[in-house]
C-alpha cells in the first residue's frame, strides 16, 4: 500500500538521463534552431544550473530517440558540453507526436510565418489521419467545417488565419522568403499563391522590375 505521498510521486512523469548521441531531431521539424543571443543566454543558464525543464523524446522502433518538445534545449546542452539531457519518453503515435510538437513549439517568441504554415500543414495532415473531420477546400473568406479551429487551438490565432498561413505552402520558395522578410504582406502572400509556380515567378520578376510590391 502506498501513502498519500507515495502515491503523488507515482503519478509524476519519469525523467531520464539521455545520451545526445543516441537522440535525433524530430523528422521535417518546421522550426528552426537558431544560434543567437536567446541561444546564448540558454546555454549560459544550463552551465550555471541545468536544464530546468526537461525535454521531451519519443522512442523509434529502431531503439534511439527523437525530439518531440525541446529541440533547442537540446541543442544547448551539446553547446554546454553536456553528454546527456533530462528528458521524459512518452509513448507517442506518429501523429501525436506531430501535433504535440507543433503545439509545444508555437509557443517560441520568434516564428517565422514559412514555420507556421509547414506547422499547421503537418498538424492538419495528423488530424486527417487521427481520422478528424477536416475539410480546407473552401476559400479564403471563411471554412464550412471546423478543421481550422481543431488546428488553431493553442496557437491563439483564428481560424481564418491559420487557413491563410497553410495556404501559404503554395508559395515558390523565393515568395515565401520575401514574408519572411516581412516584404511581402500575408493576405497578398496568399492571394499569390492561388497563382501557377510559373505565374508566381513571372510576378516576382515584375515585382524586382518595378521596385514594388503588392
Known sequence: ?????????????????????????????????????????????????????????????????????????????????????????????RDEAIILMVESNLQRTTILPSEKAFAYKMKLDAMKHQGERVDLTSSQVGTKLRADECVAQGSGESRNQVQRFIRLNKLTPDLMQLVDDGRLKTTPAVELSYLTPEEQEEFLSYMEEEGCTP
Open 1 to 93: 500500500f502506498m501513502d498519500d505521498k507515495e502515491r503523488a510521486e507515482s503519478k509524476l512523469p519519469k525523467i531520464h538521463e539521455i545520451p545526445l548521441s543516441e537522440i535525433d531531431e524530430f523528422p521535417n521539424h518546421p522550426f528552426h534552431v537558431r544560434l543567437d543571443e536567446d541561444m546564448d543566454q540558454l546555454v549560459e543558464s544550463i552551465k550555471e544550473r541545468g536544464i530546468i525543464t526537461p525535454v521531451t523524446l519519443r522512442q523509434k522502433p529502431d531503439g534511439r530517440y527523437e525530439i518531440v518538445s525541446g529541440h533547442r534545449r537540446t541543442k544547448a546542452c551539446e553547446i554546454a558540453g553536456l553528454t546527456t539531457v533530462k528528458a521524459e519518453i512518452k509513448e507517442l503515435s
